[in-house]
Every structure is written in structure tokens, then in C-alpha cells.
């Protein structure tokens, strides 16, 4: 009798287990109606980031989400990766944050994709806490959060289901301006496990990296061939994203010109185009080869090409310098009094020997 008891509590449990349990908030505000009907950008500032100072609309730094974690994301280094993540350097944060620096967008009647921006990179790209967030009769919920670091102009987030597994997509553009504004669109996907988007590298079978889960939708490179000429590779991709997996179709377009014949038109060397697909295994984005577009760039490499440095998309603010010494010094030292000025009628003074004189060369420091 005891055993079966024991066993009918076993049996009981697991019931339990498998009954639909809602999940724990990871962060909740309270606020009323009015605010629940019309948050402003200061509402979603204070429920994602902890230590949020409304008063004067500045952001912890460095920068923690509402959990306490810190805001942080890294792509494979050139060193770890077939293909690296986007090369960027951070810029300064911001003093305070702004509305531009907030994306939402509503998936269904009171759940919406929350994207605060905490710190910019010279390549365009953002970085701040990302979240699904629920409206309820108390006020806002997080349900999953997570760091994004994606293209931060016209930024488009949604959520697609891969697998039974719900993916974080965010879209943006990288935008160039050389007479005309030239943006080229990029895509980062997260998934989502359990209460967390993670950032999640694309490997192979046997857990080698080839890439990290970030797809320019368009993209150039230009090389400078051995041979003098110039060689340039346009990419176009999509994604496409089905329940067996996320299929990534790639076009490349490969063309040659002569930089010391500007007036002839650029010759087509090569198109190219591929496609695979990725699946979402434990805790990894598994796929069956690396990109079309790094193995196309690696042969040129092998060839002696050398890639044409891209143009940032926010250059660097230039750092102020320390004073010079001399300037320093000079502006330390105290200033001599000022010799009266002798009046306009008094009569010069007599020179012995010469009549005139030139007066003695004055001596000038250059500081360094």
C-alpha cells in the first residue's frame, strides 16, 4: 500500500510537471492605467535597465539590464571563427538616453519586442537589452531578455519559429553618404531558450565555427589585385525561415576594372550563388559549410589580393588633447606689471655713440 502511494505521488508530480505552468517574470513595474496605455520612452528605459536615473535620463554605465546582468555581446574573434563578426569600434555613450535610441515593436494585443540602445559603434551597429514584454493588469512583464547588438537604422525586430523554437530577429541598415545615401540592410538572429535570446555562433557538426549568426542582406568588398586591377564582390541574401530550419541564400557578383582607365565601364568576372541551411541544435546554430561569400573572399586572399579598407559608417569623435607644457606653464606663471607708458610730449633720451639702434630681437618658444 505504501509503495503504490509512492507511486501515485510519482505519477501525480509528473502530471504536474508537464500541466501548463506560466513562467516567472524576469522583471515586472507596476504602473496604471494612463501608463499602461501610453508609456513613454522612460518607461521602457526604467523597466529595462537597472539604475536608470529618470531624473536625468541616464543610463547605468556600464550599462546592466533589469535582472542585473551585464549588457554585453561578442562575436567570434578572426582567431576562433571562419568568418569573424562585423569589425566596429564602440563610440562614446551617450549622456542620456533619447527616443531614438528606443525600438518597440507589438507582436500581439499586449506583447510587444522592446529594444533599448545603450551604446553605438562606428559601423552603425547598437547595443542594448532586448525584451518581450507583456501587458498586464498591474503593469509591464518581462518575459525574456537578452543583449542585441545589430544595425540600429530603421530597425525592424521580430519573433519567427524555427523547430518549435522561437528566433529574435532584428533588421537595420548600414548607411554610407558619398553624394547620395547608399544603406545596405543586415540581419541578426537570436534564439530563444528558455527566458533568454542568445547570441549563438554558427558551427558544424563537430562544433568548429564558421560564421557568426549575422547575415548582410546586401554587401561590397573591393580588392586590389596583384596585377594592378580592381576587383569587386557585390553580395545579395535572404533568409528564410521554416520549420525544418533557416535557409540562407546567397548571390554573388564578382566584377573587374582598371583603376588607370576610369571611363571604361567594369568588366563581369564571375556570378556565383548558394544555399544552406541552418538548424538550431543544442545550443547552437549548426550548419553544413561556412558562407559563399567567405569562401569567395578567401580565395582572392590566397591569390595576394588586398582588401580596400570600408569607410565607417560614424567615425570615431576626435580625442581632446592635453595642453602643451609651454602652455601650460606660460598660462601658470603670473603676469608681469605693466611698465608705465611714458607721456607723448616727454623728450627721448640722448645715445651715446650711434644715433640709432634697433631694438634687441625678442625670443619665441614654439611649444612642442
Not at 578572426?78 to 569600434?89: Q, S
Not at 530597425?155 to 553624394?179: H, P
Not at 549563438?200 to 568588398?221: I, M, N, Q, T, Y
Amino acid at each position: 500500500m505504501k509503495r503504490t502511494l509512492q507511486v501515485s505521488a510519482v505519477a501525480l508530480s509528473l502530471l504536474a510537471g508537464c500541466a501548463s505552468v506560466p513562467k516567472p517574470a524576469m522583471c515586472f513595474a507596476e504602473a496604471g492605467d494612463n501608463a499602461r496605455s501610453f508609456p513613454t520612452p522612460d518607461t521602457w528605459f526604467a523597466l529595462l535597465l537597472h539604475g536608470y536615473d529618470k531624473d536625468t535620463g541616464a543610463a547605468p554605465r556600464p550599462a546592466v539590464d533589469c535582472t542585473g546582468a551585464p549588457v554585453w555581446s561578442q562575436d567570434p574573434a578572426a582567431d576562433e571563427c571562419v568568418e569573424p563578426g562585423p569589425d566596429a569600434l564602440p563610440l562614446p555613450p551617450p549622456e542620456k538616453l533619447a527616443e531614438e535610441d528606443l525600438v518597440l515593436e507589438t507582436l500581439t494585443a499586449g506583447k510587444r519586442l522592446v529594444w533599448v540602445m545603450t551604446r553605438r559603434f562606428t559601423n552603425g551597429e547598437a547595443l542594448g537589452p532586448v525584451a518581450l514584454v507583456e501587458t498586464t493588469e498591474q503593469g509591464f512583464r518581462v518575459d525574456a531578455l537578452g543583449s542585441l547588438r545589430a544595425m540600429a537604422k530603421n530597425a525592424k525586430l521580430r519573433l519567427e519559429t524555427v523547430q518549435d523554437t522561437q528566433v529574435l530577429v532584428a533588421e537595420g541598415d548600414a548607411c554610407i553618404t558619398e553624394g547620395e545615401e547608399v544603406c545596405r540592410r543586415h540581419a541578426r538572429i537570436m534564439p530563444l531558450r528558455r527566458n533568454r535570446f542568445f547570441t549563438e555562433s554558427v558551427s558544424d557538426k563537430a562544433r568548429a565555427c564558421l560564421g557568426a549568426a549575422w547575415f548582410p542582406l546586401s554587401r561590397e568588398l573591393t580588392f586590389e589585385l596583384p596585377n594592378g586591377l580592381r576587383r569587386k564582390f557585390e553580395l545579395t541574401s535572404t533568409l528564410t525561415f521554416e520549420e525544418k530550419g533557416i535557409s540562407v541564400q546567397e548571390q554573388v557578383q564578382v566584377s573587374d576594372s582598371d583603376p588607370q582607365q576610369p571611363d571604361v565601364a567594369p568588366r563581369l568576372y564571375r556570378r556565383a550563388q548558394d544555399v544552406r541551411t541552418l538548424v538550431l541544435a543544442d545550443n547552437a546554430l549548426v550548419g553544413p559549410k561556412a558562407s559563399l561569400w567567405s569562401r569567395m573572399v578567401e580565395q582572392q586572399v590566397r591569390i595576394g589580393a588586398r582588401p580596400v579598407p570600408e569607410k565607417p559608417v560614424l567615425a570615431l569623435p576626435e580625442k581632446k588633447k592635453p595642453a602643451p607644457e609651454a602652455d601650460t606653464a606660460t598660462a601658470a606663471a603670473p603676469a608681469a606689471p605693466a611698465a608705465p607708458e611714458a607721456p607723448k610730449d616727454a623728450p627721448k633720451p640722448a645715445t651715446p655713440g650711434k644715433t640709432s639702434q634697433k631694438p634687441a630681437a625678442t625670443a619665441t618658444t614654439t611649444p612642442p
